[in-house]
């Protein structure tokens, strides 16, 4: 299989790029996916899974430390029963590139899958925040990749599109940069970007001593802890006054949170990037918010939506 990695900060817009680059790509080759996310259930494939693409998910854990366990299973159960060419993987968005690219230089990934583009998604409104606060990973990802959309310029100003640019090719002198709004981007960019990968990595490479890893937590790593909160007992009027909580940094400095939470018509799905935030009604879906940040106060936000995990989920 050949692999494609898609890389990008908490709610830069992978997730949005996915449903439109999966569909595209299987129209040329088969296409797998692969996401990786933190949490008790994978947010991004509920809502992956809902425009009927096939997902395979790490949830829990840093895919790039699971060498020796569920990335081995996943990637050996994908090669025996979907046989895709391409497999596209989605990381957490705290993933290292560094880490990531040892997992996959392992002569066992190896003999199944070869990443030969990487894709990385920047968030013009936000990144300098990203960038000023939470370390190294985040400019390693624009430094790997092939292509660079720089994203939702709808909402930045003129300067933030500039200055984004500017850091990414500053970074990065080969990737293609783009800018993109819902990260729709032309289909041909894209395959021009996996081309271009393609040529960038055909070395042979060196075989990895895995004996050498040392397995990390990316949210230590960050000086970010993740609570779960279960929203089942959250009254739907008081959802947006919740979520604007989150987002004010009522409840601690809420760096990421995504979910679901009850809706007069359903359910919704709610998301919360770096004091922004957006619930937009959703279908079928469990009922719970995935909280990434620091100094959170969880019993606050416990209270807020009441104590317990009922383990329900939303109707249609």
Known sequence: MRATIVYGFLGAGKTTLLRSLVPQLASLESTALLVNEFGIEGVDQVVLASDDLTVRQLVG????????????????????????????????????????AHAFASPAVRSMVQVDSVITVLDATRYALVRDHLGEFFPNQVRHADLVLVNKTDAASDEERRDARAWARGLNAEAAIVESVYCRVHPDLLLAAIRHGGVRRSGPGDDVDLGAHVPHDDLVGSGLERVVLDTSGLPAERVDSFVGDLAAGVYGEVVRAKGFVPHAE???????????????????????????????????????????FKELACTA
């Open 266 to 308: 359903g359910c919704a799905l709610v998301d919360v990037v770096l004091g922004a935030w957006e619930v937009r009604r959703f279908g079928p879906a469990p009922l719970y918010i995935d909280v990434i940040g620091r100094n959170l106060k969880t019993n606050e936000m416990e209270t807020a939506v009441t104590h317990g």
């Open 61 to 100: 854990g840093c895919v790039c430390c699971e060498v020796r366990g569920d990335l081995m299973v996943a990637l050996d159960e994908i090669h025996r029963t979907v046989r895709p060419e391409r497999l596209v993987i989605e990381p957490t968005g705290l993933a290292s590139p560094d880490t990531l």
